[in-house]
């Protein structure tokens, strides 16, 4: 079965710098989330997308932006990066809100590393 | 608020011990409630939900869990433990309507032959 796909797995960066971490859900699911799991941290909810539409939004830094696109990817935009920022980044989708059906599927996870 | 606790930050079973990981939340509402798991480095793997009905929930890998409203927890079991189990496992609240999920802090299973 398809899975969520996460590009790249592992990305470095310097201070400063932008990135850009893609999520493509599985298919037909219209909602999408991003998670932030800092070393030996629990995953923490940053935002999500229903329909491309901004649905809930956690502790995600003003630094950070995402969007949702015509066909459900979704991209989680990061500028003037912190160390802070290095830790691996989930996406997580699933198909609807609030329905029986209501479960997230998590992808493998993009690990990004700040220098 | 909703929130999730998971008052052992790590426990050491031996290896064919039956296994507890406890999770207590606080959410107003009825809860959607999962257990996943996380091995070193990788991505969370879903054990098992609970949205409604039967409070005894089976997941994969042999492992249960029971909802108690009562008691708000939502404890994993596992009669035998093997040693490939060894991971992290958190245990997460899901809020009706779908928009996130809160997860506790996470409890590291250790295993010991």
């Known amino acids: 079965a398809a899975g969520v796909i996460q590009s790249p797995r592992h990305l470095i960066k310097e201070k400063r710098e932008t990135a850009t971490l893609k999520c493509y859900p599985i298919p037909r699911h219209d909602t999408v989330y991003w998670y932030q799991q800092g070393p030996g941290q629990d995953p923490q909810f940053l935002i999500s997308f229903y329909e491309k539409m901004q649905s809930d939004k956690g502790s995600i830094p003003d630094r950070f932006s995402a969007q949702q696109f015509s066909d459900y990817h979704s991209e989680l935009n990061m500028s003037s990066l912190e160390l802070g920022d290095s830790a691996l980044y989930f996406c997580?989708?699933?198909?609807?809100?609030?329905?029986?059906?209501?479960?997230?599927?998590f992808g493998p996870g993009t690990r990004l590393t700040v220098t | 608020a909703q929130s999730v606790t998971q008052p052992d930050i790590h426990i050491t079973v031996s290896e064919g011990a039956s296994l507890e990981l406890r999770c207590n939340y606080s959410y107003g509402a009825t809860p959607y409630l999962f257990w996943y798991v996380q091995s070193p480095g990788q991505g969370l793997q879903l054990l098992l939900k609970y949205f409604s009905g039967d409070t005894l929930v089976q997941g994969i890998k042999g492992f249960e869990a029971e909802f108690k409203r009562s008691q708000s927890s939502f404890n994993l079991r596992k009669p035998s433990v093997h040693w490939s189990d060894a991971a992290e496992y958190f245990c997460?609240?899901?809020?009706?309507?779908?928009?996130?999920?809160?997860f506790g802090a996470g409890t590291r299973l250790f295993v010991k032959a």
């Open positions: 997460a609240v899901g809020a009706t309507g779908g928009f996130k999920t809160i």
């Open positions: 997580a989708s699933s198909l609807g809100l609030g329905t029986p059906n209501y479960e997230q599927y």
